[in-house]
């Protein structure tokens, strides 16, 4: 996200926005009131689409273009045409089959939006996964084809009045604010799903993620999902407590995982390759509090475990961190391989020294059990940070005389600079677990009903038989 928090576009004015390479949105209004309009047609037809790996072109082609006022399902009897900005209205179910193929229109640049109190129901399986891609032909796909998916719900968030308007659409549009005061309040099953090409810029720091949650509740089930070559942000978590394992965000250009307004959620498994050709203050974890850094609760604090973060493992134009926590975010980090990025850790906090006086009451921010190696930043210390001692970013102080690299190699926190070997640059065949598994200095995950305790290692992959993120379909390295 380039911003934290703007206003998502609703489809009513998608016909006034040109359309440009940049993702800007075009393509005509969202003005009908039927649940779906029908079209048959393989390849070649006025709404053909185009491969992605493991999709079968051979099937008829449906468009959902409305709003879904009543719950159906998309059949994996055909493929499925999302156009313009579609809603799941509140209280109706959208149920996806598993093998089905749903293509985002590139004209309207379609969004599924997910309102509060709606579900979705998208269980795919490792060799018949659930789709969501761009309708461009084979070698014209590309990142920002298309919107996005975005799941809203009832969870608690930090806005003041416990309710708020996300990025991408309008405070006009009725039964799109998100938040409020049910923890477990459940948006349906997100599981081996593949988000690709998706992400649009709106307009400057207003942009739709490959998969934005807002106020979504732990009684969500997310698990095995990759989104890859979105325009903006993999993952954005905009407040709520849902939790997640297994997420797979390739070559992206914004920040892989990101968090705002009072994000309290738990996450597992989770693992990043770069793009090394888009130059971007592109960042493996951004966190903040919200858009200014207030004291707001809930504070941002999510519990994350096992966690491999490959950045593009050169030195690029601008900054990019494999952590930047800022605005009064927390949160607790843990078995981390982070690795390829221009510096592995930012606390751009006005009140980052306080880190090392904790507040009694207060969630703090902790790095524990993490390998930082390999960064790319002229001057970064020990492979962690940027010194800030000069005169001008990234080297001016920006946390009010915090050091990372004293801070988070101190204590009894297990971190080091070691390289355990491993090969996650390769775009077609990555390599993410190490020979051996990387238990020294690695924290045990509790053992709360979430958590695979059973992971007391480093990174997200035990050893290099660990291949969660490259075996089945629901996975895609290469389009090749």
Not at 108 to 135: H, M, R, W
Not at 345 to 351: E, H, N, P, Y
Request: glycine content about 12%; hydrophobic content about 35%.
């Amino acid at each position: 996200m380039r911003k934290v928090i703007g206003f998502l576009v609703g489809s009513a004015i998608l016909g006034a926005i040109a359309c440009s390479d940049d993702g800007s949105l075009g393509g005509s209004d969202n003005t009908s009131s039927s649940t779906s309009s029908s079209t048959s047609g393989g390849p070649g037809s006025s709404t053909s689409t185009s491969g992605s790996p493991g999709v079968d072109l051979t099937k008829p082609i449906e468009t959902i273009d409305a709003d879904v006022t009543m719950s159906r399902t998309l059949d994996n009897k055909k493929n499925w045409l999302l156009k313009n900005t579609v809603y799941v209205k509140a209280g109706q179910t959208l149920t996806i089959e598993k093998g089905t193929t749903i293509f985002g229109d590139n004209q309207t640049k379609a969004i599924l939006v997910i309102e509060p109190g709606a579900k979705l129901l998208a269980e795919g399986t490792a060799e018949e996964p659930i789709v969501f891609t761009s309708q461009a032909p084979e070698g014209e796909k590309r990142a920002g084809d298309w919107g996005g998916v975005v799941l809203l719900g009832k969870a608690p968030i930090n806005v003041p009045g416990g309710k708020g308007n996300i990025e991408g659409i309008l405070k006009t549009v009725a039964g799109t604010e998100y938040g409020g005061d049910d923890p477990n309040d459940d948006s349906g099953v997100i599981k081996y799903v593949r988000i690709e090409y998706a992400g649009v810029i709106l307009s400057p720091d207003n942009e739709v993620n490959g998969l934005t949650f807002g106020g979504v509740g732990a009684g969500t089930t997310v698990d095995y999902v990759q989104v890859r070559m979105s325009l903006d942000d993999c993952f954005e978590f905009f407040g709520g407590t849902v939790n997640a394992k297994h997420l797979v965000c390739q070559r992206n250009q914004d920040d892989a995982f990101d968090f705002d307004n009072g994000y309290t959620g738990k996450l597992q498994f989770l693992v990043l390759q770069q793009d090394p050709d888009h130059v971007g203050e592109d960042n493996g974890f951004e966190s903040d509090n919200d858009a200014t850094g207030t004291a707001n609760l809930p504070l941002t604090n999510p519990t994350v475990f096992n966690v491999t973060l490959c950045g593009k493992n050169k030195e690029v134009d601008n900054a990019q961190f494999g952590l930047l926590v800022r605005r009064n975010a927390r949160g607790s980090f843990n078995n981390m391989i982070v690795t390829g990025f221009e510096s592995s850790l930012d606390v751009r906090d006005a009140t980052g020294a306080a880190l090392l006086s904790p507040v009694a009451g207060q969630p703090q921010l902790d790095i524990k059990g993490t390998l930082f190696f390999n960064s790319k930043g002229n001057g970064v210390v020990d492979d962690i940070a940027y010194p800030e001692t000069g005169a001008a970013a990234p080297n001016k102080d920006n946390d009010n005389g915090l050091n990372e690299v004293e801070w988070v190699m101190g204590g009894a926190r297990g971190n080091a600079k070691t390289d355990p070997g491993i090969s996650c640059f390769d775009a077609s065949a990555p390599v993410f677990g190490p020979a051996t598994s990387l238990t020294a200095g690695a924290l045990t995950p509790p053992n709360d009903g979430f958590f695979d305790s059973s992971a007391a290692y480093i990174g997200a992959f035990k050893d290099a038989n660990d291949t969660w993120a490259t075996t089945g379909k629901w996975v895609v390295w290469s389009d090749k």
